[in-house]
């Protein structure tokens, strides 16, 4: 039996933890054969997949933590209107993150078995 699980994240990239800690276990997650992870960045969060992230060695990178999710098959949808009032384009985003909607993330909560919001 698969597992669906879907993670919403609602903080912003750094100065908190919880964007870092929920990519953690929606990457652990989607490592397991038994297992599909979608990943949706909702308010602050839609700030999380800027491509082109540069942090202090030692530090983690929230832009390469979403890389390693996506290429586990998981699909990152971050909210369309989220990322306007941040002034965030298409091309801002890193690969395998796509401009999403209210209605894909209804449509998501629908799909899952789980939802899990950090």
């Not at 929606?26 to 990943?39: I, K």
């Not at 996506?70 to 091309?91: E, F, K, P, Q, S």
């Amino acid at each position: 039996m698969t597992n669906k699980t879907l993670f919403i994240l609602n903080d912003p990239p750094y100065g908190t933890e919880r964007s870092y800690n929920g990519l953690r276990l929606a990457a652990s997650l989607a490592r397991r054969d038994d297992e599909l992870v979608r990943v949706f960045l909702i308010g602050d969060a839609s700030s999380c997949p800027r491509r082109g992230q540069k942090v202090p060695q030692g530090y983690y990178n929230i832009e390469l933590m979403l890389r390693a999710v996506t290429r586990r098959g998981a699909a990152i949808g971050v909210c369309g209107t989220c990322m306007d009032a941040r002034g965030l384009v298409d091309a801002d985003l890193v690969d395998g993150a796509h401009r999403s909607t209210l209605d894909e993330l209804t449509d998501w909560t629908q799909w899952a078995d789980r939802v899990l919001v950090f």
